[in-house]
């Protein structure tokens, strides 16, 4: 027998340790559980060639078995791995809650993304951009707001969640950017500014201390402030900058201040290019005529402004990250061109920084963006980023864009939506608080989402009556009946063993299964048996044509009809009643000695409630259960039994003669 301990690290990784000894495999999770140890006991015999292989389940469970690698395949011959026999053991664990954060993130997602399932693809090509540009806007408002409730909560994962979800809407900008919100003639040098103010913020934090400083121009960030200013398109505050030094309305400054308050506003056309060529000439003829010799400072400033690359690359580290580098020096040499030419001075900015090897996950997927290799970003975004929340999203939006020339969607984004959505849909399934949710995307992934739906629902644990009649309703609005029925299945044999037998019924009911009933049905006459009453006699005497389901539920509620016609004085019904759930083999054997003992008050009316015939009827039971052992002939209740029946047939007998004649 060996001893296996499971151990779960914060990496989300599983470690098998077998009887002390580390057993070599590793098993990545898909949950939020930081550290789990579980013991479990895998039957096996010691050799040394053995080793413990594992499959994974659904979700929240692996296998566990031991396999020979000492064994020859015996197909080749060769060695291999094979079942060593033994045991095998399935190992579950609970899956960790979601933060407040991912949950808020997961809920207002979803609204948008039911949306833009019944978003119109049959309307014009420009309309459709624009419907799903704006519901792509929506999908980084909800990791806006999922930050911003990040930002005022205390955990201690304030910052790591933080900077996930600020590498999420980068992500997601970029690709809306370059992907959905497609500009005529491709320019989207504005949109990229605009992007790059938004994440690279350090000149903004900078901005903040050197304009709180007594000597604003000796803080040792100032140059580097207006400089930042400059290089991300905001010539108004680096121009507020220049004013706070005590060399402003010298001739140098005056100057520089002059070029930076004539920039021409980004356009497009012919126009916009002749202007900013005439600016960047008077920019290159004060730079080169000696306007600002005397200061170095603003020598660098304005051979920013001419678009100087030796200056851009001895800035790279201020930038501090490749994109920010592409975006600042395009803008200041070719602010006109068109997304495919930034794609070439993205693999120079790249190089600056020391080439693709040194780009970080992150940096690859906005590269991929960039370079609208849409296979490679969402393959990034799925290895890198957690629980599978941008792929799936980001592939349903990219999937509707329209086909045009140059752009059209890749054949395989279509499959490989609905692989992610599934994933994402299964994981959302395995949370406690967004099981929910998982539907709203396996319902758009066809045949495989359904199947895995189904699944999922199964697995799910119904904690709660109001639990599983979620569960329930879910199943059976989607067809699922199989689901519906097992969950039913669950939910009764608990209320069983709980000893709640009229619940027990309930649930029975609703799953159709007529193998639970039977045995509820069963318990409950044995109870009355062994008690002589009913548990639960409302809800049996309410079935109606739910007792139908089952041969012992009818005899259930057949034998409750006796008892009430008995109590109304209706005791010729009553007693035929009595007589036909024998005959028709409906009472379990078990019970006859019970209805005939229900049938000897009626024996002993005048005039006889049985007729002849019922009473041979009777009768007949009674010499069954003799043969059978199941009557003891020496009892009294057997001897009194037996004369009833006589006098009873006697009296039929001589009742129906005086009528017949």
Same mark, same amino acid.
Not at 64 to 86: C, E, I, N
Not at 189 to 212: I, N, Y
Not at 386 to 398: E, I, K, M, Q, V
Not at 447 to 475: C, N, W, Y
């Given at each position: ?28 999770? *898909? ?12 039957? #096996? ?98 990791? /806006? ?10 955990? *201690? ?47 903004? &934090? ?22 930042? #200013? ?30 930076? /308050? ?36 603003? $020598? ?78 969402? &393959? ?19 999937? /509707? ?145 739910? #007792? ?36 028709? $083999? ?27 015939? $019922?009473?041979?009827?009777? #009768?007949?039971?009674?010499? $069954? ?30 009742? *129906? ?5």
């Amino acid at each position: 027998m060996d001893i296996l301990v499971l151990s779960w690290t914060a990496t989300k990784n599983l470690i098998i340790a077998r009887n002390t000894q580390v057993v070599p495999v590793q098993f990545s999770m *898909e949950d939020d559980t930081t550290r789990c140890d579980v013991m479990v006991s895998l039957p #096996m015999p010691t050799h040394q060639r053995l080793n413990i292989n594992f499959s994974h389940g659904c979700q929240n469970n692996v296998v566990l078995h031991a396999v020979d690698f000492g064994a020859k395949d015996t197909d080749s011959g060769q060695p291999g791995g094979a079942p060593a026999g033994g045991g095998v053991r399935e190992v579950f664990w609970s899956p960790s809650e979601w933060p407040g954060w991912w949950r808020q993130l997961a809920s207002e997602s979803a609204g948008v993304f039911s949306d833009l399932q019944s978003c119109d693809a049959g309307q014009g090509e420009a309309a459709l951009r624009l419907s799903l540009l704006k519901l792509s806007r929506r999908y980084r408002s909800c990791l /806006r707001a999922s930050m911003e409730t990040v930002t005022a909560s205390d955990e *201690e994962d304030a910052d790591t969640h933080r900077q996930l979800l600020n590498s999420m809407e980068m992500v997601w900008n970029l690709s809306e950017i370059v992907l959905v919100d497609q500009k005529r003639g491709g320019v989207v040098l504005g949109q990229l500014l605009d992007w790059v103010r938004q994440h690279a913020t350090q000149f903004d &934090k900078s901005a903040a201390a050197v304009t709180e400083a007594e000597m604003p121009e000796k803080h040792p960030d100032y140059w580097n402030t207006v400089y930042g #200013m400059v290089l991300q398109g905001r010539q108004a505050a680096a121009r507020k900058l220049l004013r706070l030094h005590s060399g402003f309305g010298t001739d140098p400054f005056v100057s520089a201040d002059e070029l930076l /308050r004539k920039v021409p506003p980004l356009a497009e056309g012919a126009d916009f290019e002749l202007r900013w060529r005439h600016w960047q000439a008077q920019c290159v003829l004060r730079l080169e005529s000696g306007e600002f010799g005397y200061s170095p400072r603003l $020598q660098t400033l304005v051979k920013i402004l001419c678009g100087d690359a030796v200056t851009f690359e001895d800035l790279y580290q201020e930038m501090g990250s490749w994109y920010h580098l592409m975006v600042s020096y395009t803008l200041y040499s070719r602010p006109w061109v068109g997304i495919f030419e930034l794609r070439h001075a993205a693999e120079d900015s790249i190089e600056v920084f020391g080439g693709p090897s040194q780009l970080s996950a992150l940096d690859q997927m906005l590269q991929a963006a960039l370079d609208g290799d849409i296979h490679k970003l969402l &393959k990034t975004a799925q290895a890198t980023l957690p629980d599978g929340w941008l792929t799936a999203h980001l592939a349903d939006l990219l999937c /509707r864009l329209p086909d045009i020339s140059g752009a059209g969607r890749p054949s395989f984004l279509s499959e490989l939506r609905h692989h992610l959505l599934v994933e994402y849909g299964s994981a959302l399934c395995a949370s406690r608080s967004l099981w929910q949710l998982g539907a709203v995307y396996l319902d758009q992934c066809g045949a495989p989402g359904r199947a895995r739906l189904a699944l999922l629902l199964e697995r799910l644990d119904p904690r709660t009556d109001r639990r599983a009649r979620k569960i329930i309703q879910m199943a059976e609005s989607r067809g699922l009946s199989a689901v519906a029925s097992s969950v039913a299945q669950v939910m009764g044999r608990r209320a069983m063993a709980a000893g709640q037998l009229g619940t027990a019924l309930a649930w029975a009911l609703r799953s159709d299964c007529s193998a639970l009933a039977s045995q509820l049905a069963d318990t409950l006459v044995k109870q009355y048996t062994s008690s002589g009453r009913f548990a639960s006699a409302d809800f049996v005497d309410n079935l109606g044509s739910s #007792m139908l389901k089952s041969d012992r539920l009818m005899f259930l509620g057949k034998y409750r009809e006796f008892h009430r016609l008995y109590e109304e004085d209706s005791l010729q019904e009553a007693a035929s009643l009595l007589v036909t759930l024998m005959t028709s $083999q409906l009472a379990p054997k078990y019970f006859w000695r019970t209805l005939l003992t229900d049938a000897l008050p009626l024996l002993e009316l005048q005039p006889p409630a049985f007729s002849t015939a $019922q009473t041979y009827d009777l #009768m007949a039971c009674v010499e $069954q259960l003799r043969r059978s052992g199941d009557l003891d002939e020496s009892s009294e209740e057997v001897r009194l039994l037996r004369q009833a029946l006589a006098d009873n047939l006697w009296r039929a007998s001589i009742a *129906e003669d005086s009528v017949a004649s």
